[in-house]
């Protein structure tokens, strides 16, 4: 999410056209702050496997 940090460059993976160019409407979304935090507070509940949790420290 570029509101959080700046050099954060989406690389979409897409085989067909039509799914590159919604895709790249993505640009088009604006998310609120109380949005944003909503998704944070939901990612902060999702469990972590081993190996991702050994590797973010």
Known sequence: MLCKKP???PIPGSRKRECLQENAGAVNVKLSAEEVQALD???DRIE???VQ???NG
């Open 7 to 9: 050099w954060i460059v």
């Open 41 to 43: 507070d939901a990612f």
């Open 48 to 50: 972590m496997s081993e």
């Open 53 to 55: 949790q050994s590797q």
